[in-house]
């Protein structure tokens, strides 16, 4: 499948890879919009959050963990971050692999743009 974040999820691109486990991949955006910038992404393809399943719940509980995890470990928990998933074109979806940008290290705007 020609999707860049399954290639990424495999290893068979290259990424700042920050987290990882049978279930999902986190890695550094690779064009940063905050000082903490992260996609956090599961290992299976999904292409936009209208093909999440009833069945997915656990793996999307399992993103958000992973995502605590790393807001913890980047030490941005306790002042705040942003996690946003987009979806389709006028929210800016670009790659067609469900991920979780976590943002932070900044104070964030709102509403977004
Ligand atoms: P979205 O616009 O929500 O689909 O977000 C896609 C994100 O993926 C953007 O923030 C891109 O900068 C990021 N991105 C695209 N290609 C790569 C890559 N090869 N490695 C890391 N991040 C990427
Ligand atoms: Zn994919």
Redesign the pocket.
């Known amino acids: 499948m020609d999707c860049?974040f399954c290639k990424?999820a495999s290893g068979e691109?290259p990424?700042k890879i920050v987290y990882q486990d049978e279930k999902a991949v986190a890695?550094?955006?690779?064009?940063p919009q905050a000082p903490v910038h992260i996609?956090i992404v599961p290992r299976k393809h999904i292409p936009t959050v209208l093909e999440i399943e009833e069945g997915d719940g656990e793996l999307l509980g399992h993103l958000f963990s992973v995502a605590n995890r790393i807001a913890s470990e980047r030490e941005i928990a306790g002042r705040g971050f942003r996690l946003v998933m987009?979806c389709n074109r006028e929210a800016?979806?670009?790659?067609f692999h469900i991920?979780l940008?976590l943002l932070g290290g900044r104070t964030m705007g709102w509403p977004p743009g």
């Open positions: 860049i990424i691109i990424a890695f550094e955006d690779i064009n996609l987009n800016g979806q670009t790659v991920h940008h």
